[in-house]
């Protein structure tokens, strides 16, 4: 696609209750990024893939937090018994590809998904 | 851990004025890169300007440039001829050069507001 489409663009759910937020980056792009920004704050990492692989899910803050990106493209971050405290923008970044190199590593971004827990 | 401040919550300025955005990092690594991203009320964050550190030349874009000064690690973003457009919040960001995996960490942000 053109740009980095994430949906949904807003979903409000209930404390407890499973939530999956999608993530479809760039044609073409190896590298995805999850990050989390909560109100008033920069955003935070997630977790980053390369291909199909998590090559580093050290930003995830517990258990209940998981993503996937089974094809090498789509990616789904997956939050189980939703808190109050996860209510945040959930923005997802991708790149040509992951590395140190520069020319090939700027990152895109969507626009987000704001997820609010009641 | 590489850390990133912005010790100014809010800044305003008279349209076609200039503004300059600070932004202080601490990190122990000596090859990394820096930018500036605008994000709008759409959320989608921007890339304004990047910089790399092994270039002592502060990188300019158009209406926007950057001093970088690695010794005291800072790296403030300059906005000449302040258009009602630049309205936004910018957040300043480190990437590692030394390993892989190209994270972003980034500062608290701060929120400009042009005048008109």
Known sequence: ?118 | AQTVTQSQPEMSVQEAETVTLSCTYDTSESDYYLFWYKQPPSRQMILVIRQEAYKQQNATENRFSVNFQKAAKSFSLKISDSQLGDAAMYFCAYRSRETSGSRLTFGEGTQLTVNP
């Open chain 1, 1 to 118: 696609g053109a740009g980095v489409s994430q949906t949904p663009s807003n979903k409000v759910t209930e404390k407890g209750k499973y939530v999956e937020l999608r993530c479809d980056p760039i044609s073409g792009h190896t590298a995805l990024y999850w990050y989390r920004q909560s109100l008033g704050q920069g955003p935070e990492f997630l977790i980053y893939f390369q291909g199909t692989g998590a090559a580093d899910d050290s930003g995830l803050p517990n258990d209940r937090f998981f993503a996937v990106r089974p094809e090498g493209s789509v990616s789904t971050l997956k939050i189980q018994r939703t808190e109050r405290g996860d209510s945040a923008v959930y923005l997802c970044a991708s790149s040509a590809r992951g590395g140190t190199g520069f020319l090939n590593t700027e990152a895109f971004f969507g626009q987000g998904t704001r997820l609010t827990v009641v």
